[in-house]
Structures are given as C-alpha cells and as structure tokens.
C-alpha cells in the first residue's frame, strides 16, 4: 500500500477512536499519535488529509470548543451499545469467554471515552453457561432454519455437580425460529413424528448436524409463542374479567403481555378484559394482588382461587398467635 493511503487510513483510524463531540482532537493530538506509529507528518498536511476524507464521505466536524475535530459516529452511540452490552453480559446462555468476545466486537468502532464509559460499568450478574459451541450453534441453526433443513443434536441436562447428563433421545426436528426470553436464548422445533412445536435451550444442544430439507408451511407458530412464552404460560387462553383498583392499573399492564381492554369504570375501580391463559404462575400472581385485583370470570378461575386460599390456609392457619 502507498505511504499516502497508509498515513490516511491512520488518520481515519484515530478520529475513529479518539475523537468524540464531546471529545475532539486536536491537530497536535494527531501528529502525536502518528508520531508513536513512526509517521511523521505536518500540521498542514493533517488540514489536507482531513479534507481527503470529507471529500470522501466521512464527516469531520471541526469544533471551536473544546478546539479540535471530531468524526461524527454512525455505529453504535454510547446508549446502544451499553444497552446491547447489557444484554449480553446479562445472557445466562453465554459463556463468560464469548460474552467477552461480543463485548469487544460490540465496543470495536466505538470510542475510546465512551469505551472506557461502558466497561467500567459492566457487570456480569448472571450464571454463564459452560457451552463453548453456543455461537458456532447459532450460526448452524439460522443457516437450517433459513433452508428448511431437520437437524439431528446431542441434548443434555445438568447433574448434581453440574456435569453433563446427556439425554437418551434420538431428535430430528425442524427449527423453526430463535427466542430470546429472561436471558435464555431458545430454539422452537415442529417435530413431524407428533406433529408439535416443542422448545429447546440452545445452550444445551451440542453437535447440531443438518439433515435433511423438508416442505413445511407453519400456520400455529405465533400461537405456540403466544402460549409458552409469557410469564403465565399455559396449554389454552381463557377470556378473564378483571375488577382493578384506579390506581393499581399499572400491575395489570405489567404482568399481562395480551391487549388489555377497559370495559368500563368507576371513581374507585377499572373493568378490564383479555385474553390470557391459566396456569399456577397466574394464580399465584392474582393471590399476590387479591387486595387491588378481584377475579370476576371464568367461574372455574374464581374457583382455582378459592382452592388455593383453603390450601394456604389449612397450611398455615392453625398456628397460635
């Protein structure tokens, strides 16, 4: 490569990582930098290779204060990357080593300020996975998916000591998208043989082979997620009456992920309706929330309710005061 198109490219490299609008470099910064690299240039010939990149494309702002010049950052800005940052440090399904190789990758074009921003203020709070295969599997699962190809894996649980226990199952199903859920990363499969969706946690799939590529046209999938993917999860959705105190509203928008609906109200309650499923998490929440929400249909939910209360009771309602 010419000297000229090196020293360019050096420039660029170093707006890129030392400059920022709240960070500008300045000339002397440049050649000092440069200088470190065995390059030596002028401050008239930095003026001129700056303009060459303008004309290029890239946009220089010069700054009057603090003086100096910065390269205006169409990558990631410092909220997107601590957001996305954030998430893969929180990722349970991540390995600690491939956590940390995303992080870079994520902070590569970013800035060294807001660089040393974001490391300074990670945290890895979660358990990692010991699945070293977790992004080589994602690669192999989105390349089948895209083709329609069944895939044969290896699938394990973890033993009292953590180790692997590897199941005794021959798979061949079909993947058909990728979820992220509570820092979990799962696979949805429809299996031909009981033709059924079922989920599987990526980080416990190993040894993922392609087989073979089917015609398959999904008509249930959204409802499959709609069902298994919530915090109240469950087999079927049932049409659920809500009475909710006026200033409770929010607990309601929080925990139902269906369209909420306010059939009517008063000066003390609001009257919602949507479509949710029953499952133990569900009544667990509503006995949680029993003094703001009363349940007024199903019945059969009303009930579920009630036994639940007895149980409770007779669990712990005969203790002396």
């Known amino acids: 490569m010419e000297k000229s198109n090196t020293k360019i490219l050096e420039i660029l490299a170093i707006l890129i990582k030392y400059s920022s609008e709240s960070n500008p470099i300045s000339t002397t910064r440049i050649i000092d930098l440069l200088a470190e690299k065995n390059i030596?240039?002028?401050?008239?010939?930095?003026?001129?290779?700056?303009?060459?990149?303008?004309?290029?494309?890239?946009?220089?702002?010069?700054?009057?204060?603090?003086?100096?010049?910065?390269?205006?950052?169409?990558?990631?800005?410092?909220?997107?990357?601590?957001?996305?940052?954030?998430?893969?440090?929180?990722?349970?399904?991540?390995?600690?080593?491939?956590s940390q190789q995303l992080i870079d990758l994520i902070l590569r074009d970013l800035n060294s300020y807001d660089e040393e921003i974001i490391r300074n203020q990670l945290i890895f709070q979660h358990q990692k996975s010991n699945n070293e295969q977790i992004l080589y599997n994602i690669d192999k699962l989105l390349r089948a998916i895209a083709k329609k190809t069944t895939i044969n894996f290896k699938y394990f649980d973890l033993g009292k000591n953590k180790e692997k226990i590897y199941r005794n199952k021959n798979y061949n199903l079909l993947p058909l998208t990728l979820v992220y859920e509570e820092n979990k990363y799962y696979l949805i499969t429809y299996n031909f043989k009981y033709q059924s969706y079922t989920h599987l946690r990526i980080d416990k799939m190993e040894d993922i082979v392609t087989l073979n590529q089917v015609d398959y046209k999904d008509s249930g999938l959204n409802e499959y997620l709609k069902l298994t993917f919530s915090m109240f999860a469950s087999d079927s959705l049932?049409?659920?009456?809500?009475?909710?105190?006026?200033?409770?509203?929010?607990?309601?928008?929080?925990?139902?992920?269906?369209?909420?609906?306010?059939?009517?109200?008063?000066?003390?309650?609001?009257?919602?309706?949507?479509?949710?499923?029953?499952?133990?998490?569900?009544?667990?929440?509503?006995?949680?929330?029993?003094?703001?929400?009363?349940?007024?249909?199903?019945?059969?939910?009303?009930?579920?309710?009630?036994?639940?209360?007895?149980?409770?009771?007779?669990?712990?309602?005969?203790?002396?005061?």
């Open 40 to 98: 030596k240039l002028e401050r008239k010939a930095i003026y001129r290779y700056l303009n060459a990149l303008k004309d290029y494309g890239y946009e220089i702002i010069s700054s009057a204060y603090p003086k100096g010049y910065f390269l205006v950052d169409y990558s990631y800005d410092l909220q997107s990357a601590k957001f996305l940052t954030d998430i893969v440090a929180a990722s349970s399904f991540l390995t600690k080593k491939k």
């Open 238 to 321: 049932e049409n659920i009456s809500l009475k909710v105190k006026k200033n409770k509203l929010q607990l309601v928008y929080d925990a139902i992920a269906s369209d909420i609906i306010i059939t009517k109200e008063n000066a003390d309650y609001f009257y919602v309706n949507f479509n949710q499923g029953i499952s133990k998490t569900f009544i667990a929440w509503l006995i949680t929330t029993q003094e703001d929400i009363e349940v007024l249909s199903p019945l059969s939910l009303r009930k579920d309710l009630a036994k639940q209360a007895l149980k409770i009771l007779e669990k712990y309602g005969d203790e002396n005061e």
